[in-house]
């Protein structure tokens, strides 16, 4: 028998080893998470995109009837003031298959004690842990040497929270401000705000005093951050990165939680494979077409013509395979778009044409929303 440890147990841990556990189980796979309790889990509400809620259901028995971490709906996301054509753009996800938005403590706890996988409190380094391989899922690496920056026009958060429940908001925001933008996730008990903006362009005063005049919220924690990706996936021959630990972007499109699962599923169904040490190409190619495919939402700008807008505008990515794909979406008829959908002959990443020529239409052609 094979033993996989994964060493911590935030959002990237415990989906690392819920999905090992659950599609590697006829691989002859001991699967074990090991974490420190005294690490506190994030507090503001987050968001997924469309595989998270399936494992969930599939491997857990979760759905919106037997909802034991209270997750909300998430139809799709709602981009406000975002290009200079339309007020907002609509990207509706299928309703045959929900996202979500969550809150990590209750969802943490919810695969934690599942029973599923075998789970051990402690505080151990990946390096020191006796298993055939390991995932290191500790979180944001404090020494940011062996990791390449990511391009990427905003470095800080400001959040905040408001108690209630938004039962009209069914799905995730995406409001355009002069410094940034704002993410609003609509939570069971409360909704999440996170004021994005880079401290290099926006003083911290400057930024808050935004947030609040735009929000009406009150201010509970401020965060910088780096936009990173390790320059190799693979840490001594076994162990594996995962999580921030691998990488971290900015959270538009909430790609986290689903290239956390994409990630895994790569590694796992390849792990006895002598080549395996050729993910990391891979792997790098996957990221950047993250950092490319959010680095365009900025092209078209937003409402606001001010230093921060006129920063994200200018950074550009050169990808001959991007502007291929692009080409076809604006030159397709959305029949033609749905024959691409079906056989994913010409996605990008993590999106599908679909969501590419949602995005190019409500950037370029006046789009009606109610």
């Known amino acids: 028998m094979t033993k996989v440890s994964i060493v911590g147990g935030g959002n990237a841990g415990v989906f690392t080893a819920l999905y090992i556990a659950w599609y590697g189980r006829d ?10 309790p005294k690490m506190p889990p994030e507090e503001v509400g987050q968001a997924t995109l469309l595989f998270p809620p399936h494992i969930l259901w599939e491997a857990l028995g979760f759905d919106w009837y037997n909802n034991p971490i209270k997750a909300t709906f998430k139809s799709g996301i709602l981009y406000e003031g975002w290009g200079k054509v ?11 298959n929900m996202a979500m938005h969550f809150c990590p403590i209750k969802m943490q706890s919810y695969i934690l004690n599942s029973g599923i996988f075998k789970v ?14 390991v ?7 404090k020494d940011l040497s062996n990791y390449n920056e990511l391009i990427n026009p905003l470095n800080s958060v400001i959040l905040s929270r408001k108690m209630g429940r938004n039962f009209e908001l069914n799905y995730t925001r995406c409001v355009a401000t002069p410094h940034g933008w704002t993410f609003i996730i609509p939570n069971h008990d409360s909704v999440s705000y996170g004021y994005l903006y880079n401290n290099k362009i926006t003083s911290k005063e400057e930024a808050e005093n935004n947030m609040i ?5 009150e201010v509970t924690k ?14 001594d021959d076994r162990i594996f990165l995962n999580g ?31 080549k395996i040490k050729n993910i990391n190409n891979y792997f790098q190619q996957y990221v950047k077409k993250i950092q490319n495919f959010i680095l365009w939402h900025y092209q078209f700008g937003s409402k606001y013509d001010t230093p921060f807008w006129e920063y994200a505008r200018s950074l550009k990515f050169i990808d001959p395979t991007f502007d291929s794909i692009i080409r076809d979406c604006k030159n397709s ?9 079906e056989d994913h002959s010409r996605d990008y990443g993590l999106w599908t044409p679909y969501t590419l020529k949602i995005w190019y239409d409500g950037m370029m052609k006046r789009v009606p929303i109610k």
């Open 27 to 36: 691989l002859n796979l001991e699967v074990d998470l090991i974490h420190n």
């Open 86 to 96: 339309n007020d907002k753009v609509f990207h509706p996800f299928n309703a045959s």
């Open 120 to 133: 051990t409190e402690d505080d151990v380094d990946p390096k020191d842990v006796d298993a055939d391989y």
């Open 135 to 141: 995932f290191d899922c500790r979180g944001k690496p």
């Open 213 to 217: 005049e735009m929000f009406d919220v």
């Open 222 to 235: 401020h965060n910088q951050f780096n936009n990173y990706v390790a320059k190799d996936i693979i840490v």
């Open 244 to 274: 921030n630990r691998l990488f971290f972007i900015e959270p538009l499109e909430s790609t986290a939680l689903q290239s956390y699962l994409e990630i895994a599923e790569s590694i796992i169904k390849n792990i006895k494979d002598p």
């Open 333 to 341: 008829s959305w029949y033609k778009i749905h024959r691409f959908v």
